[in-house]
């Protein structure tokens, strides 16, 4: 790819918006310091949280539906698959009622020994998106979020959208390692189908127990693993 060399006066327009950018960052508001806590081997409570319901519906198109229900519907399966192995489970929400953001970190934030799951779909004006991502927010939640990509990536057919720090509330605010997982694009043809479809949403919880069991028990990290944790892709930002 060929470069425009740059101006001189491009180059000063930069170096006094460089200069104005760390201004505002020295004295604007700052995120909350919140304490976090390296449950991330020894929890015994997952918190699953469906997001979105009640009145926020989250994304909703034609081809998969309310994002509140396809959560909701993969959360209580992840919940069930969990408890079968042996982990106590708490839920943010197990009907479609609205919760809001704070709330749900207090639901977290109220345990003992815990970690923090966030089920998700995506959206995106242009159809032809598609794949999975996982954020976290904490150093502590990286291995999590690396291992439930992984598996997610074992998927037939599935696309890789990469592992992502991000802001969200429910992430920053979390005190034990928290992760949210976007299960896939509604706005996409196949993967807004798919998510209609019980089957795949049961293998999406199992991929994601299937993880969460591993991080818990040990287990060796893939080589996919590792290939999850590179950044590929820009994030959406579109939980707040
Ligand atoms: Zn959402």
Redesign the pocket.
Known sequence: MYRQPMTRSVYRALVLLCLGLLGACATGPRFEEVATKDTSKSFTTVVVDA??GGKDN??YRKFGGA?KLA?LDVAQRLSRKLRASGMHTVMTRSSDVFIPLEERVNIENSQKNCIFVSI???DSRRRGIRGFETYYHSPNSIELANRIQAKLMTIPRSANRGVHHANFRVLRLAKYPAVLV?CGFLSNPREGGEARDSDYRDELADRIAEAIVAQRHGGRRTAKANEAAADVATPFL??D
Do not use: Q, R
Request: no cysteine.
């Open positions: 997001g979105h989250g994304a994002e959560t998700h779909f995506n976007e579109n939980h």
